[in-house]
């Protein structure tokens, strides 16, 4: 797996990543970026590759992770102001157990959702009906803080060991 990321300095997140995964892909491959297919769901693959990509974008910065297996990423900024109240929607019983006792609530929120982001890529199924039906932690150590950012990655493998 092979992360990357910069500021958007001025470009939009789909513009920046689609930059990252290009050069990603060339330094990996020696290769010119394969055409990229979506599927029904809007899961953007490589159509003639054996390599996956993910990526995620926030207001500042822009992620991108390639790997020889599926894998997703999500991101948001550390600093972002975030309703609590989101919780009440978003986390199942078990998390919001979680995020209540957490010393950083906000903190705590924005890494449960980066990790149900990141689930819902992975999966290719979206977030319909999905939110609230995870066991996420905010301890995760899936979730990494890059550049100011709480970042999730996850790949099939790592879904069924947690």
Excluded at 139 to 156: K, L
Aim: some cysteine.
């Amino acid at each position: 797996m092979i992360l990357a990321h910069c500021l958007l300095d001025g470009r939009s997140g789909h513009d920046a990543g689609r930059e990252l995964l290009a050069s990603l892909y060339r330094q990996t491959t020696g290769e010119e970026l394969p055409p990229i297919t979506v599927t029904d769901r809007g899961k953007p693959y490589f159509e003639n590759s054996s390599w996956h990509f993910s990526i995620s974008h926030t207001p500042k910065h822009a992620f991108c992770v390639l790997a020889e297996e599926n894998i997703a990423i999500d991101a948001e900024e550390a600093d972002r102001d975030i309703n609590l109240k989101l919780a009440d929607r978003i986390l199942s019983p078990a998390e919001r157990e979680r995020f209540e006792a957490a010393q950083d609530q906000s903190a705590a929120l924005l890494k449960l959702w980066v990790l149900k982001e990141c689930a819902a890529k992975l999966s290719g199924e979206g977030l319909r009906g999905f939110p609230n039906k995870t066991d996420f932690s905010p301890d995760d150590p899936r979730v990494q803080t890059v550049d100011g950012c709480f970042v999730a990655i996850m790949t099939e493998e790592s879904e069924t060991t947690r």
